[in-house]
């Protein structure tokens, strides 16, 4: 009688007997429903450990920028200057993250360099595509103003703005305090040629300025929900009113 020889152990598409090619393998290995041997995980699978040291792309250092000082540049010497280097470190960590990166602020417009009208306020601010800073004092050494990520431009009679704009004023001590947009309203800026206003509502803005650049008022707005920004005085209506002596506009990014 003759001996049969054993059968052969199966053999997979390369032609390996499969316990060849199970002993080979490594040991990351995954079941599949497909195949009745086992999967073997491609390179780049979880598991596999790459060695390409990839060009991961950009990178910054996110808490030296933020610490890093601003820069307030085009302010000439002898300008009369509301805004400081301390106040703008203070105000840079509320502005979008994207505005927070520039380290140079560039003035625009200065009552006391550029001259008491607003339509040159206008024409200087309207060149610049970026964000804009306010910076207000009044007579009593109040300073205070409003930031606009559109910049500022005459709206020719229609509110204009997003929600990353608010209303903010410098209180003792070097305090600040910062009023985000509520979302109650759309009414974040009107800029005519007769006065400038920001945050409205209720018949009441948070901060107004006519024409002459000297006379403005300042109230609670459904759209900051402010306090008055300027200092204690007359009151008209449910505003303060106010002497502004000191007026910047401030370009940041774009």
Request: net charge negative; proline share 8%.
């Amino acid at each position: 009688m003759s001996v049969q020889p054993p059968p052969a152990p199966p053999s997979n598409i390369d032609g390996l007997p499969t316990q060849t090619r199970a002993a080979t393998a490594p040991d990351i290995t995954h079941g599949t429903p497909f195949a009745p041997h086992p999967y073997i995980p491609p390179s780049g699978a979880p598991g596999f450990a790459g060695d390409r040291a990839w060009d991961k792309g950009f990178e910054f250092d996110k808490e030296n920028v933020e610490r890093a000082s601003v820069k307030l540049a085009g302010r000439k010497e002898g300008t009369h200057s509301i805004l400081t280097v301390a106040l703008a470190d203070k105000l840079r960590p509320h502005l979008p993250a994207l505005k927070r990166l520039p380290r140079s602020w560039t003035m625009m417009y200065s009552l006391d360099q550029h001259g008491i009208s607003l339509n040159t306020l206008y024409t200087r601010c309207e060149a610049h595509a970026g964000g804009a800073l306010l910076v207000l004092r009044d007579a009593n050494d109040a300073v205070f103003g409003a930031w606009m990520g559109e910049g500022i431009r005459m709206s020719k009679g229609a509110y204009y703005g997003s929600g990353e704009s608010f209303l903010w004023k410098l209180l003792p001590e070097d305090r600040l305090r910062v009023y985000k947009w509520t979302g109650r309203n759309d009414y974040v800026a009107l800029c005519e040629p007769e006065y400038i206003s920001f945050g409205g509502g209720d018949g009441h803005y948070g901060l107004y300025l006519d024409a002459t650049l000297s006379d403005g008022s300042s109230a609670r707005c459904p759209t900051f929900d402010n306090e008055p920004l300027c200092s204690a005085g007359p009151r008209q209506g449910e505003g303060v009113t106010f002497e502004c002596v000191g007026l910047e506009v401030w370009g940041i990014g774009g």
